[in-house]
Structures are given as structure tokens and as C-alpha cells.
């Protein structure tokens, strides 16, 4: 599914690089764009495992928990940045990180710039160093020029001096606000951190691995030219603070430690395959976290029955578990028992206390595969209701277009792959769709006004 990952030596010398002020420029202006493209990896049961990591903290830095969106992305290094309300966390920092305590350690930092307002701050930097930048251009071309007039070549080298050092001073500058920033939000993850009880360990744990990778990576990197202090500045300045905290050695409850373990073997075995699952298995075999793993594996590469059957044996053990009901209708769906898999996933629907918006989509595609008018019916009604709660499921509206072209309803269908084509970014196809669907409704009903809407829709800084 995945390419092959990159050392983590490589990665982390990649992530203390050099960067130019141009790139530092095109990367605040154009965000929005950039989160467009991110790989997005979406299950249930990861995301709400971390939302109950984000809960309390974002509760302690007084930011609404509704109003932020964590997003998976699909890459394998240890990252987590922030892009207006929403959080992005790479698969790779849940993978890596061996307790909870280490990942909400991240959330924190991240909450910290939120709560600050360092995306804003830094916008204001930039337009800064973006004027500094050209004051330092155009003194730098009127020497250049005057050096021609006057045949002095001395004068035109300096002038050409005083353009690169102006935008050498300029990247320098954003690059110490930035580090500044980090050290400020490493200060307010332990505030967090303190004001839910839970220890700052994981962040030390952290940083000292990215310490190591660099040491390990011979890299030699200045420390003026990069955006994050270094690791071991930022130990050294977290050591006092986390040592000074009365929850200095409190460990993460076994039940969430449980769940975090069953989160990294699902994430290696369907992003990483059988021998990165099968690693994790070991350190702790006959755990509920490995026998998770071995029913996932056994699913994705083995025997059906024999997964179906370790499976139900999980479903005994925890019978209100919804994601062991999710894997027992995603195997019934692979065995082609439709009927099966929508009794699974409608007890998953209805055992998953984070109500997710993928769980009915789930059920809503077997009540499709089941194929009759009233279970088409019941579908587009699941996916419907998944969608409610989940307006940016791109695949769920292709899903819930087929379902209701299955069912005759073409206005509804082209609207709703209009729907898709917006939430995927593809604006120009989801206006050609939201076209389509108005012409066979009527003006001002719902369906419409939404098809205008999409019409209307005009990307920041560009025109309709």
C-alpha cells in the first residue's frame, strides 16, 4: 500500500534543513492548498483514540475541542503540525511513540501554538521580512546600477552583497521568531501537561530521540538555519520544568496504554505488513493488543474463517467493543456475506460512544452490496447520517451517489458526487456536477441552494 519508509537517521537529518526564505514565504501563503494534498488515513478507531488524547488538553489551553480537526496523515516520520483549526499527526509519530503519554506530549506542543496564535504571529513576521527583503533588493539594485553608471565594479559587487545579505537577514529573522515560537509552546505543552496530571516524560522522550537520529546522523547542521531549536537546547530547557512537576512519574491508566498498543499494530499491519506488525506482537505476546494484530493479519493476509474465528473470540472477551465489530463486518464484506457484515457493523454503529462518521458509511456499503430496494433505501439513510456527522468524507458521498443512482434518484446522485469532488478539492468537476443536479430541481428547494453554493464556491485569493 505503502512506499518503503526512509531511515529515521535520514528523516530527522531532513527535518533540521536549511530553509530559504522563498520557501519559508510560499509555505505560509499557500497552506490551505498544501493540506489539499495531504495523504489523509481515516479510521474510527484511531481517531477516536486520539481525540480522547486532545480532550483534556485542549480543555486546559481553553481551546474548543469541536472547533479543531485532527487529521491522520499517511507518512512514517515523527511529525505533527498545526494549519489554521486544524491539528495534522502523521502515522508515523503514533507509531513511533511506545506510550500515550508520548503523543499527547506532541498534542500539547501543538495546542500550544493554536492557543498562542503563533499561525497568525507568523504571517505578520513574514510580511516583515518580506519588506526587509525587498528594501535589501532594491538598495542592492540601485548600487548594482550606480555601479554600472560609474564604471566601478567595486560599487556594483557591494550592491550585489546587499541584496544577498538582505535576504540572508531576512530568513534569519523568521527562523529565530520560529524557534522562539517552538520554545514558547514546548513551555505551555507542560502547563497542559500539569493542569491534567499528566507528566512531561514523553516529551523529554522525544526530543532525545530526535537528539540521537541527528548525533547518529554525523549531520552537521548550523543552528542559526533552522526553524526548531535543537534537541538538545530544548531538553536541557524542558529537564527543569518536567523535573519541578508533582506528576513527574505518572504513567498513562493500563486501559489507555491497552488501547495505544492496539492502535500501533493496526497501523503497522495495514500501512507496514506482516513483519512490523509481527515485531510489535513479540514485545508483548498473548496480549489483547497482539491477538488484535494476529485477527487483522490473518484478515488481511491469511485465512477468512480463521480470522472470523479469532475475531469472535475478541467480540467474547470485550463484547462492546465497536471496532471488533467493524473488523467482523469488514471480513464478512471480503467473504461476500452482506447480510452478515451490516448486522456487524449496525452493532459498531451503535457500541461507538465517539459516534463516528465512518462507521455508518461502513454499514451503508453493505446495505448496498446486500442490492434491494429497502436495504438501498436503509443505505442511503446510514450514509446520510454518517456524513451528518462527517462532512468531509469525500468517499462516503461516492458511496451515497451509487446508492441513490442504484435507487433512480439522479439529481440526488449528481449533487452528491458534486459533494465529493468539493471535499476532494476538485472544484471545477464539483461545479460541473452541482450544474447537472440543479437542472432537474426545483429553484430554492435544499438540494438546490446547496448546488448553488458549490457554484458560488470560490477558493481563497482566486476568482469564480
Not at 546522523?217 to 519541578?244: T, W
Request: charged content about 20%; aromatic content about 6%; glycine content about 8%.
Amino acid at each position: 500500500m505503502l512506499s518503503r519508509p526512509r531511515s529515521t537517521i535520514a528523516r530527522t537529518a531532513r527535518a533540521f534543513a536549511t530553509l530559504s526564505l522563498a520557501a519559508v514565504l510560499a509555505m505560509a501563503g499557500s497552506v490551505s492548498a498544501f493540506a489539499q494534498n495531504v495523504p489523509v488515513v481515516r479510521d474510527a478507531e484511531i481517531e477516536a483514540l486520539v481525540r480522547d488524547y486532545a480532550r483534556p488538553i485542549f480543555k486546559a489551553a481553553g481551546l474548543s475541542g469541536d472547533a479543531i480537526n485532527i487529521v491522520l496523515v499517511n507518512d512514517q516520520s515523527f511529525n505533527a503540525f498545526v494549519a489554521g483549526r486544524r491539528m495534522f499527526i502523521n502515522t508515523g509519530a503514533l507509531m513511533t511513540a511506545e506510550t500515550p503519554n508520548e503523543i499527547i506530549g506532541v498534542i500539547a506542543h501543538e495546542a500550544g501554538h493554536i492557543a498562542g496564535g503563533h499561525q497568525q504571529k507568523l504571517r505578520e513576521q513574514l510580511e516583515r521580512a518580506k519588506t526587509m527583503a525587498i528594501l535589501a533588493t532594491l538598495l542592492g539594485a540601485g548600487a548594482m546600477v550606480a555601479g554600472a553608471t560609474s564604471n566601478s565594479r567595486g560599487l556594483a559587487g557591494a550592491g550585489m552583497g546587499v541584496m544577498a545579505g538582505g535576504g540572508e537577514m531576512a530568513q534569519r529573522s523568521i527562523l529565530a521568531y520560529q524557534r522562539t515560537e517552538e520554545m514558547t509552546a514546548d513551555r505551555s505543552a507542560i502547563a497542559y501537561l500539569n493542569a491534567t496530571g499528566q507528566s512531561g516524560m514523553g516529551m523529554l522522550k522525544t526530543f532525545s530521540r530526535f537528539q540521537n537520529a541527528l548525533s547518529l546522523s554525523g549531520a552537521q547542521v548550523d543552528p542559526y538555519k533552522i526553524s526548531h531549536p535543537m534537541p538538545q537546547e530544548r531538553i536541557a530547557n524542558l529537564e527543569v520544568l518536567v523535573k519541578q512537576s508533582p506528576y513527574l512519574d505518572k504513567v498513562d491508566p493500563p486501559t489507555l496504554q491497552q488501547r495505544h498498543d492496539m492502535m500501533r499494530i493496526k497501523i503497522a499491519a495495514y500501512m507496514q505488513g506482516q513483519a512490523a506488525a509481527s515485531r510489535l506482537m513479540r514485545k508483548n505476546p498473548g496480549s489483547l493488543a497482539s491477538r488484535y494484530g494476529d485477527a487483522q493479519m490473518t484478515y488481511l493476509f491469511g485465512n477468512l474463517a480463521s480470522a472470523l474465528t479469532k475475531t469472535s473470540a475478541l467480540i467474547k472477551e470485550q463484547p462492546k467493543n465497536p471496532y471488533f465489530q467493524e473488523l467482523r463486518g469488514d471480513i464478512l464484506m471480503k467473504a461476500n456475506r452482506p447480510k452478515d457484515a451490516a448486522d456487524a457493523y449496525a452493532r459498531s454503529v451503535s457500541l461507538d460512544p465517539a459516534r463516528s462518521g465512518l462507521l455508518p458509511v461502513s454499514y451503508g456499503q453493505a446495505l448496498m452490496a446486500i442490492g434491494t430496494p429497502d436495504s438501498l433505501k436503509k443505505a442511503v439513510a446510514q450514509i446520510n447520517t454518517g456524513l451528518g456527522r462527517d462532512r468531509e468524507n469525500a468517499a462516503g458521498y461516492r458511496y451515497l451517489a451509487q446508492a441513490y443512482g442504484e435507487l433512480g434518484n439522479i439529481p440526488a446522485a449528481e449533487l452528491a458526487t458534486a459533494e465529493g469532488h468539493f471535499y476532494s478539492g476538485d472544484y471545477k468537476n464539483a461545479k460541473i456536477f452541482a450544474m447537472r443536479a440543479q437542472q432537474s430541481m426545483k429553484r430554492g428547494e435544499p438540494g438546490w441552494l446547496r448546488a448553488q453554493d458549490i457554484i458560488n464556491y470560490a477558493p481563497s485569493g482566486k476568482k469564480k
